[in-house]
């Protein structure tokens, strides 16, 4: 019985020690709700750029390299002070989801293989279209 006791004293001890101390945490920037909006702001504005340009007969890299640019100079000029959270892969990736989703099957683009080529795609682009800029600065 006292070692069961023991047990019983031990337990509640630690438990009050994990209750009365949290563990401190970091929160990430890209967690931000206000982030993750503005985030979703740009992708649809990209993806309605792309697929606009797609449907009037541009080819992909004009489609994409206008879409580039002018998504680009929508978050320059743009005074919300999150842009320089936001994270180019998890930009791109959210962008390539929006695009495959709204206008991929047009152009042969499904699924998660359609995502993934799109984005390796978007950021190879990217690089050439505006290789001194950084999508968020």
């Not at 069961?4 to 401190?24: A, D, E, M, T, V």
């Not at 890209?30 to 503005?38: E, H, Q, R």
């Not at 309605?48 to 879409?67: F, H, P, R, V, W």
């Not at 930009?91 to 683009?109: E, M, P, T, Y």
């Amino acid at each position: 019985m006292p070692n069961r006791l023991k047990n019983i004293l031990f337990i509640l001890i630690c438990s009050s020690f994990i209750l009365l101390l949290p563990i401190s945490t970091y929160a990430s920037h890209t967690s931000d709700p206000t982030v993750s909006l503005l985030q979703n702001r740009i992708s649809n504005n990209f993806s309605k750029k792309y697929c606009n340009s797609i449907q009037n007969g541009l080819s992909k890299d004009e489609a994409m390299t206008s879409a580039i640019i002018k998504t680009e100079n929508i978050i320059t000029f743009s005074f919300n002070p999150q842009k320089k959270w936001i994270e180019k892969e998890d930009l791109a990736n959210q962008i390539s989801i929006k695009v495959v989703n709204d206008c991929g099957r047009s152009f042969g683009l499904v699924g998660r293989e359609g995502i993934d080529y799109f984005k390796k795609y978007f950021l190879e682009i990217y690089e050439k279209t505006t290789p001194d800029r950084n999508l968020s600065n």
